[in-house]
C-alpha cells in the first residue's frame, strides 16, 4: 500500500492569506468547509434527490456536454487499448434528463460512469453562483462537474486550480511537476479531455512496462473531501480524481492562467521570445513548473516520450512531412496576427 504524502489544512483563510500566503507559494492545501455555507452543499448532505432538485430550480432547458463509459472501462475515463480512441461517449444531453438517469443507476450493481463536465453553471443554470459563491472570487465563475463514480487519469491544468467538493466524496492523489517524466505523460495532440493525462493505471500499476512511476508514487500526496472542502491544485500539479460515491459533484476555479492567444512563430528565437513574454510575469514557482514540462517534452531530460508512445500518435513529438510542418507553422502563424 502506498504511503502517500499529506496535504496541508485549514479550517479558516482569509482571501488575503490564501493570495498573498498560500498561492505564490504554489503548494497544494486543503481548506476545510470552505463551503459549508453554500445551500448546493447543504441540499447534496440531506439526499441526493434534494441536490438533484435543488440543481433543477435553475435550469432552463439548455443542453450539456455528457460523458458515458460503459461498464467494461472501470469507471475510468481513458483512452482505448491501442491509444486510436477514448474508451467511452460523449454528446448533447438535456440536464434534468442526465440528473435523472444518474438518480437511476443509483440502485444498479452494474452501470456505466456518466459525467457532466466543466459546464457553465451562468449558461445551463442561470443564479447557481449567485446563491453558491465565494468572495474570494468575486469575478470568477465557477465551473460545475457532476457524475456518478468515475476516475480521471492524472493530468495537469494550465491554471491555478480551487475544486469545491459539493455533493458525494472525492480522492485526490497529486504529483509534483518535477515528476512529469516520472509519470509517462500521453500524447500532447490525442488527449481524453484537452489536458495530456498518464498513461499509468495508478490502481494497478504495471512497473515492468513503466519503472519510473514508483519513483511518481514516492512523492505523491492524497487527500479525501467530504462536501464543503477545497483542495487548492497550482498549476502544472499532476492529479488524478477519483468520485467515491454514486452521486459526486465539484464547483471549481481557475485562475492566473498561463495560456495565452499568441504562440510561438516557426523559429527557435522568436518562441523563445514569445515564452519569454508568455512567462515573465509567473512566480519563480510557476516558472520552474513549467521548465519541467519542457524538459520532459522538448529537451528529452528522462525517459523520451517518443519510446512508449504508439508511433501513430506522436504527432509533433516524431518525424513529421515537410508539408505537415509547413502547414502546422502557418497554423501558429496566422493565430500570431490576430
Not at 38 to 55: E, M
Request: hydrophobic share 40%; proline share 8%; with cysteine.
Amino acid at each position: 500500500m502506498t504511503a502517500y504524502k499529506q496535504i496541508p489544512e485549514y479550517y479558516q483563510l482569509t482571501a488575503s492569506q490564501f493570495f498573498e500566503q498560500i498561492v505564490p507559494e504554489q503548494k497544494p492545501v486543503i481548506i476545510r468547509g470552505f463551503t459549508n455555507h453554500w445551500p448546493l452543499v447543504n441540499a447534496a448532505q440531506k439526499t441526493p434527490q434534494d441536490f438533484v432538485s435543488y440543481l433543477l430550480r435553475f435550469y432552463t432547458g439548455k443542453k450539456a456536454r455528457i460523458f458515458v463509459a460503459p461498464p467494461a472501462a472501470k469507471k475510468r475515463f481513458f483512452y482505448n487499448n491501442d491509444l486510436t480512441d477514448v474508451n467511452y461517449i460523449s454528446g448533447e444531453e438535456r440536464v434534468d434528463l442526465f440528473l435523472g438517469r444518474m438518480l437511476e443507476l443509483m440502485d444498479r450493481e452494474v452501470y456505466p460512469a456518466i459525467s457532466m463536465q466543466n459546464s457553465s453553471p451562468s449558461e445551463l443554470l442561470p443564479g447557481l453562483n449567485n446563491e453558491n459563491n465565494s468572495d474570494f472570487f468575486p469575478a470568477t465563475e465557477a465551473r460545475l462537474w457532476v457524475g456518478n463514480e468515475g476516475i480521471v487519469s492524472a493530468h495537469y491544468d494550465g491554471a491555478d486550480n480551487l475544486a469545491c467538493v459539493v455533493a458525494g466524496r472525492r480522492r485526490f492523489i497529486l504529483f509534483p511537476p518535477d515528476q512529469t517524466g516520472n509519470l509517462y505523460p500521453g500524447p500532447l495532440n490525442f488527449t481524453p479531455a484537452g489536458a495530456p493525462v498518464s498513461l499509468v493505471d495508478l490502481r494497478a500499476p504495471d512497473f515492468e512496462r513503466y519503472p519510473l512511476f514508483k519513483t511518481a508514487l514516492a512523492n505523491a500526496y492524497s487527500a479525501e473531501l467530504e462536501p464543503g472542502d477545497a483542495i487548492f491544485i497550482p498549476m502544472l500539479w499532476w492529479h488524478h480524481v477519483e468520485s467515491l460515491a454514486k452521486v459526486n459533484a465539484l464547483m471549481n476555479y481557475w485562475w492566473n492562467g498561463s495560456a495565452v492567444k499568441s504562440t510561438s512563430s516557426p523559429s527557435p528565437i522568436d518562441s523563445l521570445n514569445i515564452a519569454l513574454l508568455a512567462m515573465r510575469d509567473l512566480t519563480p514557482h510557476q516558472r520552474k513548473a513549467w521548465r519541467h514540462l519542457f524538459d520532459h517534452y522538448l529537451f528529452k531530460q528522462g525517459v523520451d516520450p517518443a519510446s512508449y508512445i504508439p508511433e501513430h500518435q506522436h504527432h509533433v513529438l516524431g518525424k513529421m512531412s515537410p508539408d505537415y510542418v509547413r502547414a502546422i507553422k502557418d497554423y501558429f502563424i496566422e493565430k500570431l496576427k490576430k
